[in-house]
């Protein structure tokens, strides 16, 4: 048989890309089960992280669960509406007009009387998305915590936002002021925000990620002002 | 007992005086990349090692059958389903791993060790020596990823596979990391600093 022949070229690759594909087929539909765990797991550490609970691995599902009495989506209006929180995509979310958008809720009960609300937000740091949780008090104002991740910012620079140093400035912050919205300015170290609004210091060297990280908190916490605001006034 | 011993040269050699990174000056893209950290070196080095082995044999036992024309195509697609499953397995079994290298592991592909080395080696040996060349030349990698990810992360974080090695008392006393260490120009940097030294020992080497 000619090996340089076309037919038996075309054959060859045809042959070898079926072999391939199959390959890759079964490998990915195997694993597929065991990636959606580990990818849930560590979706479910990451909302742990914003209430300050960082259990080991063995522990995350078992703590989730405990911690995390309810979880809900509401939309623009602080309205409930049917589906399940989890597996709401938060990036589809956020690109959409505010009015449309579905936005989860997990409710963490610390202890009996001590719950907190951790929403997720999501935006766009200089290389890649970023994303976070931020867990507010039961008076809808005050920030518990806050984590952030990022997939691919500079190390050293806008990767320093998953670093606690950060993340922890935004502890104790208020989203409201005098019953306004205001979010959380991400500002150069001795600035003052124009609006009067809770600040904290952005990262030396990560000015598109700092700026990222604001109009993150600005866009998807923006979208519960309304829900915010309720759980407020249920408190008063 | 002259094929033994060149099957060993093909493992040993690019162990030293024939290493892809610091002589053939291959795969550097991958060294910059993943070099902060000691742990993501360490799995690139590994998984490097096994994609390198097994397209090695693979292309080694298709040698005689690939038609000339369509070689290369032949061995970016053995390569790239080897790398998407290592990938998978990773998802699978070492998700913080996977998440850390996220980019990197599909970017096994366009190493060019990988090509390198079934284009000059698997096409014209048979699979045992093919697959020890492959194991070689993934060590030869990985050492240097290790020796380098080793300065940067004990310089830039203070830190050795995560651990804290210096001491909280030297940075009361005004020591500070090297934020410099963590951006990939160091990476760069200590790799020449490495075939600096190597040169030295290896004489014939000089140009």
């Known amino acids: 048989m000619n090996k340089q022949s076309n037919i038996y070229t075309i054959i060859y690759i045809v042959v070898l890309a079926v072999v391939v594909g199959a390959a890759l087929a079964f490998a990915a539909l195997s694993l597929k089960p065991l990636q959606v765990d580990n ?4 979706k479910m550490k990451q909302i742990l992280a914003s209430v300050h609970i960082t259990p080991d691995k063995a522990d995350v ?123 959380i300015a991400v500002v150069k170290a001795g600035q003052a925000p124009l609006n009067g609004e809770d600040k904290v210091d952005a990262i030396s060297g990560g000015t598109i990620t700092s700026k990222g990280v604001a109009s993150m908190i600005d866009n998807c916490l923006g979208g519960y002002t309304k829900f915010l605001q309720s759980l407020n006034n249920n408190q008063q | 007992m002259a094929t033994n011993n060149k099957n060993l040269s093909a493992l040993i050699n690019p162990l030293s005086k024939d290493n892809p990174v610091i002589v053939q000056i291959l795969g550097i893209c991958s060294c910059l990349a993943v070099t902060a950290k000691l742990e993501p070196a360490f799995v690139m080095g590994i998984s490097v090692i096994a994609v390198l082995a097994f397209s090695n044999v693979i292309i080694s036992l298709l040698r005689k059958t690939i ?69 070689g030349n993934g060590i030869g990698y990985a050492i240097i990823l290790i020796i380098v990810a080793f300065f940067r992360e004990l310089l830039g ?31 760069l940097i200590v790799v020449a600093c490495i075939i600096w030294v190597h040169r030295i020992y290896n004489k014939d080497l000089q140009e």
């Open chain 1, 39 to 42: 990818a849930n797991a560590d």
């Open chain 1, 61 to 183: 599902i078992s703590d989730f669960n405990k911690y995390v009495t309810e979880q809900y989506i509401v939309n623009s209006q602080g309205e409930r509406i049917e589906g399940n929180a989890f597996d709401v995509n938060v990036s589809e979310q956020s690109k959409r007009p505010v009015d449309q958008r579905e936005m989860p809720v997990y409710v963490c009960t610390l202890s009996p009387n001590d719950v907190k609300y951790i929403l997720p937000v999501y935006g766009a740091g200089l290389w890649g998305p970023i994303w976070g949780y931020i867990s507010v008090n039961s008076d809808g104002s005050t920030i518990y915590g806050a984590y952030f991740a990022h997939q691919g910012e500079t190390p050293g620079l806008g990767a320093e936002i998953e670093k606690p140093a950060f993340s922890n400035q935004f502890n104790n912050l208020h989203l409201f002021k005098e019953g306004r919205f205001l979010p």
């Open chain 2, 67 to 135: 038609p000339t024309n369509i070689r290369i195509i032949v061995q970016l697609v053995v390569v790239a389903g080897l790398v998407v499953i290592v990938d998978q397995l990773l998802k699978a079994y070492q998700y913080d791993v996977s998440k850390q290298l996220s980019v990197f592991i599909g970017l096994i592909i366009t190493n060019c060790i990988l090509m390198g080395r079934l284009e000059a080696f698997a096409m014209g040996n048979k699979p045992w020596p093919s697959f020890l060349d492959g194991i």
């Open chain 2, 157 to 187: 974080s203070g830190t050795i596979w995560g651990l804290q090695v210096i001491p909280q008392s030297w940075y009361e006393h005004g020591y500070a990391n090297n934020g410099l260490m963590i951006l990939p120009p160091m990476a």
